[in-house]
């Protein structure tokens, strides 16, 4: 288990999860204390700028377990 859980793939699977956590929290934080809570424009370009970082994330991702498997590593 401790294998799995130190393996790099699994980092980055947890480290991807901890980001989804951070961002619901962070808009919760933000639609609170906000004067006007979020407006659906602001909402909208936080999601979006949000989704082109985890495309971003998976593509990094399954380049690397590309790379592993050609290696053979």
Known sequence: MRDR??????VYALSG???LV????????????L???LAS?????LIVGYLLFVGV????WFIYTGID????V
């Open 5 to 10: 859980l130190t393996s790099d793939l699994s």
């Open 17 to 19: 999860l901890f980001s």
């Open 22 to 33: 951070v961002f619901a929290l962070a808009l919760g934080i933000l639609s609170r204390t």
């Open 35 to 37: 004067p006007g809570g």
């Open 41 to 45: 424009r602001q909402l909208g370009g």
């Open 57 to 60: 994330y998976t593509t990094a």
């Open 69 to 72: 498997s050609r290696e053979g």
